[in-house]
């Protein structure tokens, strides 16, 4: 029984061990089966901590835009252990979260040009930089990032005129 439900779980999408773990606790599988059968997945690679976060950071950051704080929260969440948490964080460069924030910015900013007025530009400026620090981004390089885009934003509508 835990090994069909093991193997109904990955049929869906690859799982941490703590989530597995967590699903046959649901379930009522003893402690001792549950560890039984997710050291037999482990052994034949069926259940791969190292390989789970490396796939969620790809993923992850490449569909969410998620920064390092972000992913680093949501794999301690699934049960991955710190170290392996850091080297999959590893394939993000910090080039590569600073092209995502401003991406993130530059889509929402799309048809703005209202950047001459001080109070609508800090308002827009709290409003993006509050959204990059839900995806985890550091305040720094939030508020870097919005004011690079702002300031680009502003220069291209002055071309027009």
């Known amino acids: 029984m835990a090994r069909a439900i093991v193997?109904?779980?990955l049929t869906n999408s690859p799982k941490s061990r703590l989530q597995l773990?967590?699903?046959?606790?649901?379930?009522?599988?003893p402690e001792d089966v549950a560890e039984a059968v997710l050291d037999r997945?482990?052994?034949v690679r069926l259940v791969d901590d190292a390989e789970f976060a490396d796939m969620w950071v790809r993923s992850r950051s490449q569909t969410r835009k998620l920064a390092k704080g972000a992913l680093r929260r949501e794999l301690a969440d699934k049960g991955i252990?710190?170290?392996?948490?850091?080297g999959a964080l590893d394939q993000l460069s910090d080039?590569?979260?600073?092209?995502?924030a401003r991406e993130l910015v530059e889509r929402k900013l799309r048809?703005?040009?209202?950047?001459e007025d001080r109070a609508e530009r800090d308002k827009v400026t709290r409003r993006l930089a509050s959204m990059l620090a839900r995806k985890g981004y550091q305040p720094s390089?939030?508020?870097r990032v919005v004011g690079e885009v702002?300031?680009?934003a502003a220069g291209h509508a002055g071309d027009g005129d």
Not at 81 to 86: F, L, M, R
Request: proline share 3%.
């Open 150 to 152: 702002l300031d680009a």
């Open 21 to 29: 773990a967590r699903k046959l606790a649901e379930r009522n599988v």
């Open 95 to 100: 080039a590569d979260e600073e092209t995502a």
């Open 81 to 86: 252990d710190p170290e392996i948490a850091a």
């Open 7 to 9: 193997l109904r779980q």
């Open 41 to 43: 997945f482990e052994e």
């Open 141 to 143: 390089l939030a508020f």
């Open 111 to 115: 048809g703005f040009t209202g950047g």
